[in-house]
């Protein structure tokens, strides 16, 4: 790969890609490929927190390989790996964990949700929570320090987990003396930082109110045509900032196109049957072709299989001289290490 800085991202193999993944995640980590040295992985073992059926796991990291291959990435130009397929990340967590300060963690926003929603409901605040969820932001710590990513392109969600890994970083880095991990900074797209779904609240798969990427161009009506609008006679003018439509189809249409529906809201005297099929009609046209291929890709999980274990290959070397690193500081040396130099 060419000598330029790493951009990395990770994406959590826990349901069907939707258009809030591509728009505040997938488009702008694949656009900064062109600038940058760009690694992204399957968070498999950050979705083991949630998924726990074997088969929908594997299924689910070959939809997301295929999704990145068919939204253009190109497997010898980047590193398009699975996360558990790089033990090291396992080796760095525990080094982190160890200076990590448990109060860090306490404060993690998805660990503070649960424990408040447990309180709220009168039970023990960790109640269902487990350890996995509580540790998440130093395992996902190791997926950006292994390599020395530079930065991190994520939705604004995540911008919390990227400052608890600068911490962590500082905090080794301080103890020993020396630069041992670079200082990722996070790149978080403020223009498309949350994309609203069906309903208008934050696209997510825990709301079902997602449109799927790569649905069936029937399914992807329908979905289209379950987006919440208000109920004000066809007549009246409205204001389209307020309109679930037009906040997602903004994203997909022509400057031209932004301006004319904005127009057509503001004038008053269309119903929302009729710009729901404006909004299908963008969006399929982003994402038609690409489903073909999409499809292609996913039927032949041979080739998937090798795309992963290549970018394995890749992504440990990088992070071998990271561990390297790590290690010494620590004072822990692997046999081969000693082998190698003595
Ligand atoms: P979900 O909320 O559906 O569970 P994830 O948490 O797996 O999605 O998110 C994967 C990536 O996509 C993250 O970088 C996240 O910030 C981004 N992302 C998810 N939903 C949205 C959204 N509605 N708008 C913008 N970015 C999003
Ligand atoms: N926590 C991220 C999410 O839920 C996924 C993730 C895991 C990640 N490790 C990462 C993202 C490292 C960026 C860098 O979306």
């Given at each position: 790969m060419q000598d330029r800085k790493i951009s990395l991202t990770g994406i959590k193999p826990s349901g069907t890609p939707h258009v809030g993944n591509f728009l505040g995640m997938i488009a702008p980590a694949l656009e900064l490929a062109k600038t940058y040295n760009a690694y992204y992985f399957i968070a498999d073992y950050h979705a083991l927190t949630t998924v726990r059926d074997g088969n929908e796991m594997r299924r689910l990291s070959y939809d997301l390989t295929a999704t990145f291959l068919a939204l253009g990435m190109n497997p010898d130009e980047v590193v398009f790996f699975r996360q558990?397929?790089?033990?090291?990340i396992f080796e760095l967590t525990w080094i982190l964990s160890c200076f990590t300060s448990k109060g860090l963690l306490n404060r993690a926003h998805a660990y503070k949700d649960s424990t408040a929603k447990n309180e709220a409901a009168g039970n023990?605040?960790?109640?269902?929570?487990n350890a996995g969820l509580f540790n998440y932001p130093v395992l996902m710590a190791a997926d950006i320090l292994l390599y020395g990513s530079h930065v991190v392109p994520v939705g604004q969600d995540q911008k919390q987990h990227i400052e608890i890994t600068r911490d962590i970083a500082s905090a080794v880095n301080h103890a020993y003396g020396e630069e041992i991990f670079v200082i990722p900074e996070g790149v978080i797209q403020e223009t498309v930082a949350t994309i609203p779904g069906l309903d208008g609240r934050k696209m997510s798969k825990s709301y079902d109110n997602v449109i799927p990427i790569f649905a069936p161009s029937k399914q992807l009506r329908q979905r289209v045509m379950q987006v919440v609008t208000d109920?004000?006679?066809?007549e009246e003018p409205k204001n389209p900032d307020e309109d679930n439509v037009y906040n997602i189809f903004k994203y997909f249409a022509t400057p031209e196109q932004t301006q004319a529906m904005r127009e057509k809201y503001l004038r008053g005297g269309f119903g929302y049957g009729e710009v729901k099929q404006e909004l299908f009609e963008v969006i399929e046209a982003r994402f038609g072709e690409a489903r073909e291929k999409y499809n292609k890709y996913l039927a032949d999980t041979k080739y998937l299989e090798a795309i992963l274990m290549e970018g394995a290959k890749k992504a440990r070397y990088q992070g071998s001289k990271v561990m390297k690193k790590a290690r010494r500081a620590v004072g822990v040396r692997f046999k081969r290490e000693v082998l190698v130099e003595s």
């Open positions: 558990s397929d790089i033990p090291e023990d605040p960790d109640f269902g929570v109920s004000r006679p066809m």
